[in-house]
């Protein structure tokens, strides 16, 4: 009989342990819960993304509450970028390259006149005089000088390509061979050299008026130390 006693007693005390041990247990086995339970769409939202779905009717499923802030993402990614590069040229003065988009006819005219002036007409005399060596000296309207390499200067006209004789006759002349010339037609009477050789140049000037002169290092004077080849009255000057 007393063995009993003490195997109730023994019991008695067992259970009172186990009582204690089993909330503990709990609670070290299962995790923290939250303070709200998810739904079932959300948990639905969030397996779905786990599972890499393309479901977009599950987009508006999952809405997050607390303090975070919500914010959506473009559908198109592309069209942020897009955006990004509007608003650059806009701060940036260039947003006319977007209203513009060159066709293949568009493109065509555009090169044509881009290269009209400055390809001649191919199989052309000044096509070929520029094949030669020969090099723009002069233009003035549809009219260019072509200087070749043994200082020869020959008239063209830019639209047909062919020879002119524009200014043939007062190159002809003989340039002024002053040795102030130089100085005194830019310092005094507003000329300006537009073109030039190896020993003169090519003065404008106000009147539209040209003139040859030759380089200081090239001008003379003669023995009696009167000017050579100055005109009183400058050729083409207020014409």
């Known amino acids: 009989m007393p063995k009993l006693k ?14 204690e041990a089993v ?24 397996m779905a993304i786990f599972k890499g779905t393309n479901d977009t009717t599950l987009t508006n499923t999952l809405a997050f509450s607390g303090n975070f802030v919500n914010f959506s993402i473009p559908p ?12 650059s040229s806009l701060m940036g003065g260039s947003a006319q ?46 009219n260019v000088l072509v200087i070749y390499s043994d200082q020869t200067i020959h008239g063209f006209s830019k639209k047909t390509g062919q020879t002119t004789i524009w200014m043939q006759d007062r190159l002809a002349y003989p340039p002024i061979t002053d ?17 030039e050789t190896t020993q003169w140049v090519l003065m404008e000037f106000p009147s539209g ?14 023995t009696t130390g009167t000017v050579s080849g100055l005109p009183n009255i400058l050729p083409g000057y207020g014409n």
């Open 97 to 142: 390259m977007f209203s513009f988009t060159p066709n293949s006819s568009t493109s065509s005219s555009l090169i044509s006149d881009i290269l009209q002036g400055v390809l001649p007409p191919i199989g052309s005399p000044l096509y070929y005089a520029y094949q030669d060596g020969g090099r723009a000296w002069y233009n003035r309207g549809d």
């Open 23 to 46: 909330p503990i247990w709990s609670k070290l086995a299962s995790p923290a819960e939250s303070q709200r339970r998810l739904t079932t769409d959300e948990q639905t939202a969030i």
């Open 6 to 19: 003490y195997l109730f007693i023994a019991m008695i005390f067992s259970g009172l342990v186990l009582a």
């Open 209 to 222: 008026g040209l003139v040859k002169v030759m380089k200081p290092q090239y001008a003379t004077t003669n």
């Open 179 to 195: 040795p102030d010339a130089y100085v005194n037609y830019q310092k005094n009477y507003n000329a300006e050299i537009v073109a």
């Open 76 to 87: 198109n990614p592309g069209d942020i970028s897009q955006d990004a590069i509007r608003s």
